[in-house]
């Protein structure tokens, strides 16, 4: 066998080598994106700033317990979920000009900790304000 024969036979028994490699990764990688595919959103809920729900489903209750803070209850546990949420606006009556915030944060397997606020408006309303907010939760 010549050298240039050698050296084709060589690379052709390398890019097999590679290319049997990157499937075996590949196929591997498959279940993960499969698991990642599965995650649904499990609870979503609009909220007006009173603490009414005005729509949403996956929700077990909501408890508005002072200006600005608000629990949402879900039947099915939290952990290892996004959490989403936005502040919406009021209508034309939207008391906020500015900015606007909104934390949503884990109280326990089944309950979420809303806080929102207007921090461009002047005294206890740039802390804690009341505004109408949704929120999602994906798992």
């Known amino acids: 066998m010549n050298g ?3 050296l084709a036979l060589g690379a052709t028994v390398t890019a097999l080598a590679i290319g ?3 499937a075996v990764s590949s196929a591997s990688a498959e279940p993960q994106q499969a698991q990642r ?3 649904t959103t499990t609870a979503w809920a609009k909220i007006a700033a009173n ?6 489903q996956g929700i077990g209750g909501i408890n508005k317990f002072g200006i ?3 629990n949402v209850t879900v039947p ?10 936005t502040v919406n606006t009021n209508g034309g009556n939207d008391p906020g000009p500015g900015s606007s915030s909104i934390l949503v944060g884990q109280v326990n397997s089944n309950t979420l900790f ?3 606020a207007t921090p ?5 309303a740039a802390v804690d304000s009341d505004r109408p907010f949704s929120i999602t939760v994906i798992c």
Do not use: E, P
């Not at 603490?51 to 949403?56: A, E, H, P, S, T």
């Not at 099915?76 to 949420?85: H, K, Y």
């Open 51 to 56: 603490g009414q729900f005005l729509g949403g």
């Open 20 to 22: 049997g490699a990157l």
């Open 76 to 85: 099915s546990g939290l952990n290892g979920c996004a959490l989403l949420g």
């Open 120 to 124: 461009s408006a002047g005294g206890t």
């Open 37 to 39: 595919a599965a995650a």
């Open 68 to 70: 600005g803070r608000y």
């Open 4 to 6: 240039s024969r050698k």
């Open 114 to 116: 809303i806080r929102t």
